[in-house]
């Protein structure tokens, strides 16, 4: 996977529309065991700057194997990444490819009703509903990214568990503001 440096840029209208076209061929390529396609992630929250990744919850009835779906999605370009999150949600991402794609796309599948499903979408949600906590988790977002370049596994990994904390409490705040 490419490392680029982590670079938070302001809302773009188009990342919704990216999401869409990419929805049509996920779902052309998985069929029915995508149960559920969704955009999460910062650039499925109106207005909200974010790094440049339509990031996409699959969701499928059951995580294993996981070749039942990793076959589907490499036709469409998209490469696993093996991590200890595999358990529970596996990832897979496609680099940009223009025209085709203008922006980098992760791909998170997750079980069907399960935890990591449930939680992913509350965060989203949470944060379409609430502008004080999406600004919030933007100033954090940009002091993570001026701390951690990202170019590295470790680095992204800190950037990552830097916003963990704020999550989780989001998460356990939900319908509350």
């Not at 085709?100 to 079980?111: I, Q, T």
């Not at 992913?120 to 977002?141: N, V």
């Not at 680095?155 to 999550?167: C, E, L, N």
Request: include cysteine; hydrophobic fraction near 35%; proline fraction near 6%.
């Amino acid at each position: 996977m490419t490392r680029d440096p982590i670079t938070i840029v302001p809302y773009d209208p188009e990342w919704p529309r990216a999401f869409d076209r990419e929805r049509v061929e996920l779902a052309a390529a998985l069929g029915a065991l995508a149960v559920r396609i969704e955009h999460n992630g910062s650039t499925a929250v109106p207005g909200l700057a974010a790094k440049p990744i339509i990031d996409i919850q699959v969701s499928v009835e059951r995580l294993q194997p996981m070749s039942a779906y990793r076959t589907r999605l490499a036709g469409l370009g998209y490469t696993h990444v093996p991590h200890a999150d595999d358990a529970c949600c596996p990832f897979f991402y496609r680099d940009a490819v223009p025209p085709r794609a203008r922006y980098r796309h992760h791909v998170h599948v997750v079980e069907a009703g399960g935890e990591e499903e449930r939680r992913t979408l509350a965060f989203r949600d949470r944060l379409r509903q609430d502008a004080r906590a999406a600004r919030e988790y933007e100033t954090l977002k940009r002091e993570l990214a001026a701390r951690y370049d990202g170019r590295t596994d470790g680095s992204m990994q800190s950037y990552v568990d830097g916003k963990t904390a704020f999550i989780d409490r989001i998460v356990a705040t939900r319908g509350t503001k």
